[in-house]
């Protein structure tokens, strides 16, 4: 079984940073192909971005680009995301999530989910 435990959100003014991190257990990380989501409140859950197995990101939605980055250490078993230039609608539940493909940019693809962790962005 694979456990996927986010962490790292919290409460931002508009501008600023934050780092997500997501600690995965339970099967081999390197075998895993990773995403993040996120759902703002009265809407339906969003592609951010992947990261494939080699550590390659595999797209971004276009609301992010250029302002987040998603990568992972295979070494300690984490992916991260890493927001700058955050804006208030960027306020959501963000999420992360393991593949069994090598990459994949559709929630249905995705096998495992974390609980989520909260990113509020105060203008």
């Known amino acids: 079984q694979v456990q996927l435990v986010e962490s790292g959100g919290g409460l931002v003014q508009a501008g600023g940073s934050l780092r997500l991190s997501c600690e995965v257990s339970g099967r081999t990380f390197s075998s895993y192909g990773l995403g993040w989501f996120r759902q703002a409140p009265g809407k339906e859950r969003e592609f951010v971005t992947a990261i494939s197995r080699s550590g390659s990101s595999t797209g971004y939605a276009d609301s992010v680009k250029g302002r987040f980055t998603g990568s992972r250490d295979n070494a300690k078993n984490t992916v991260y995301l890493q927001m700058n230039s955050l804006k208030p609608e960027d306020t959501a539940i963000y999420y992360c999530?393991?593949?069994?493909?090598?990459?994949?940019?559709?929630?249905?693809?995705?096998?495992?989910w974390g609980r989520g962790t909260q990113v509020t962005v105060s203008s």
């Open positions: 999530a393991a593949t069994r493909l090598w990459t994949a940019t559709t929630m249905s693809q995705y096998e495992y």
